[in-house]
């Protein structure tokens, strides 16, 4: 698997109306846009063949911090969506992407997730996240 791979995942399995932007133009926008029933956001994927053997480095940006800490300070909703293999997939609040940057512990990695599972997602899964990317 991979980045694009996972894309593909996400968008045939989370139950939301989502969007793939590439833009060039202004850094650190995350790659989804999504929206549902009136509630929208942004949502950075990133993908890691494998668990890492010592820090998790999931390959965020400075550009993709400062990103998401103006865009939360201004109450919108952003996340980070992590896929390690086919072993672990979790759901991070923009607000950790600083944290995320300065390559956490595995033990501090999972405890900053707001939702983490680890092996394959089910339906009931996908639909675990979408409640989460569209709570109030």
Not at 16 to 43: A, F, I, Q, T
Not at 90 to 110: C, H, M, T, V, W
């Amino acid at each position: 698997m991979s980045e694009k791979n996972f894309w593909t995942l996400v968008r045939n399995s989370l139950p939301l109306k989502m969007y793939r932007v590439e833009n060039k133009v202004m850094k650190g926008m995350p790659d989804v846009h999504y929206v549902k029933s009136g509630h929208s956001g942004w949502v950075e994927l990133k993908y890691l063949k494998q668990w890492p053997k010592s820090r998790v480095n999931i390959g965020i940006k400075t550009t993709q911090c400062i990103w998401h800490k103006e865009y939360r300070e201004e109450q919108g909703k952003c996340w980070v969506l992590v896929r390690i293999g086919r072993d672990f997939t979790a759901l991070f609040d923009g607000n950790y992407s600083e944290a995320l940057f300065k390559r956490p512990s595995r033990k501090d990695f999972i405890s900053m997730a707001l939702w983490y599972k680890r092996g394959n997602l089910t339906k009931e899964d996908w639909n675990q996240i979408k409640e989460l990317l569209c709570q109030a």
